[in-house]
């Protein structure tokens, strides 16, 4: 599959995008409603704190993800909008209420909850996950709930707690190449502790979607995504997402080169003969991407 890629100097030097990133910003009812409500019930999303292309698009779709256990995260991916720092152990304990409340406010079919990492807590967070999916559920039964945890340091016992409030899927991101990610993503953070989290996950219960999401872009190799696609397959992950990394300021990993739609078509093909249930591939995808669209109309329902 050959790129049509630009180097670093190129994208330093011209930083217009080619036509197929561009988006249209187009502020619909249903998302000046998902803003609002975030707003009112001091909420974070992480649609807005990543600064993600598809937030018009998504909230006026009706899918929305929350971004749990507030907007400071200890690690610091190369790749990430998100700022990193000391979060000091706050928690807002109103958070799973007030979260529950946005979702039956908004009448969401679907939702997605996500969060920072939060190595400063005994359990990495995964109670207030927990009792954030619980609220939900008490409030809204019939609504599907993904979410989209960090690797909780590779600790089952806090895996299990999220496990057994029972979400619709459960997503954690590779991000990107076994070879990559020691230069991507944060020094705590491991390819093969991502795929044993992902394993873990059916291990406790497997009944439970799990899902996964790659970044095109930092110079990676068409034979390692293959493999990272197939490491996938081999942990049983049921869905994954295909995107384009897109630098989010001079301080942030550069990009490498912008992988053309039909590339992502490409990869899409691959993936679905491999046999995952759903691939979304494209420059526009992110992990949350429509995220309710093919349950709601197909898998679940």
Not at 181 to 192: K, L, Q
Not at 241 to 270: A, C, M, N, R, W
Request: aromatic share 8%; glycine share 6%.
């Amino acid at each position: 599959m050959p790129r049509r890629a630009l180097s670093n100097s190129q994208v330093k030097q011209n930083l217009q995008k080619p036509e197929w990133i561009k988006v249209d910003f187009v502020q619909g009812n249903n998302y000046k409603k998902v803003r609002e409500s975030a707003n009112k019930l001091n909420l974070n999303t992480v649609c807005q704190e990543a600064n993600c292309p598809n937030i018009y698009e998504c909230w006026d779709g009706g899918t929305a993800t929350f971004m749990l256990l507030g907007d400071i995260c200890t690690r610091g991916c190369r790749f990430c909008h998100v700022k990193s720092g000391n979060p000091k152990g706050i928690i807002d304990i109103f958070e799973p209420e007030n979260t529950a409340n946005a979702v039956k406010e908004l009448g969401l079919e679907y939702v997605v909850l996500t969060s920072v990492d939060r190595d400063d807590l005994v359990d990495g967070g995964s109670s207030h996950f927990a009792k954030t999916v619980e609220e939900i559920y008490k409030k809204n039964n019939k609504t599907l709930i993904e979410v989209l945890i960090p690797d909780f340091s590779g600790e089952i016992k806090d895996l299990s707690t999220v496990v057994k409030a029972k979400p619709t899927v459960i997503a954690h991101n590779i991000e990107t190449t076994r070879q990559l990610t020691p230069i991507v993503r944060d020094r705590r953070a491991s390819y093969e502790r991502s795929l044993e989290v992902l394993k873990n996950v059916k291990r406790l219960d497997s009944n439970i979607y799990t899902k996964s999401s790659i970044m095109l872009g930092f110079g990676e190799e068409d034979n390692d995504i293959i493999t990272a696609m197939e490491d996938l397959r081999k942990a049983d992950v049921d869905i994954l997402t295909i995107g384009q990394y897109l630098q989010p300021s001079d301080f942030h990993i550069s990009i490498k080169q912008y992988v053309h739609p039909d590339e992502f078509i490409k990869l899409k093909d691959v993936a679905e003969d491999m046999g995952f249930k759903y691939v979304a591939s494209g420059p526009l995808v992110r992990s949350s991407y429509k995220a309710g669209e093919y349950f709601v109309k197909n898998l679940v329902k």
